[in-house]
């Protein structure tokens, strides 16, 4: 297991993907999961399900798809905030609230997610779609535990690693085709992604995560089954700071 990338590096690969982010992010999800990009957005906000005027908080908001669809599907929202390290990102997500503005306000800020800028118990509800993995998990998973309220709720959907990816020849197997990865590719991008590839978890490491976290009620559920047996498995993690039990 990795620990996430460097944040610079980050930056440096998502301000070159930044224009084309979505399609990206449509060609990946379909070849692993067969889904298209909206559709599994659409899917991941479905499962939130944000009450009226619950605050929430989407970290590595990207170019804000979350937030935004946040904001149309509930008439009478709290606070909603998108997060990301990357200003190239978060420039693209204000270029899509003013061609299709919602119809409540959303507020985009750039910060890392290891040192959220909001204070103690702000938000009921934080979510994160796909970016742990670029992360230092134990870090953001206690940031987003400090600034949930009691009882809120945290809905993460992640890549999950296949058991199989923790045995010696497959990690060997990785290890080199990462290695070659970025030696013909050699860029920012390159570095991102094959770092990603060991900051993969599987549920059972999920599980350990959260609890160390101090989250002590969650359920990991796997969303997506990849369309090949050594491909990674969508699995949708659900939490709950404090007493309430998960829905």
Known sequence: MGTGTDETTIVEAFTALAPNYETAMDRELQVIWGIDYPRFADRLVDIASVDERSSVLDIATGTAVLPIRFAHQNPAPGRIVGLDITPAMLAQGRQHLKSHPPPSEVELVCASATDIPFADETFDTAICGLGMHHMPVPEVLSELERILKHNGRLFVACVGAPPIWRTRVVDFVLRSIAAVF?????????????????????????????????????????????QRFWYPDALMLKATKGGRAIS
């Open 182 to 226: 970025v030696w013909v590719f050699n860029g920012p991008r390159a570095r991102a992604e094959a770092d990603a590839a060991f900051n993969i978890h599987t549920a059972e490491e999920w599980r350990g995560l959260l609890k160390q976290a101090g989250f002590t009620k969650f359920r990991i559920e796997v969303e997506l089954r990849g």
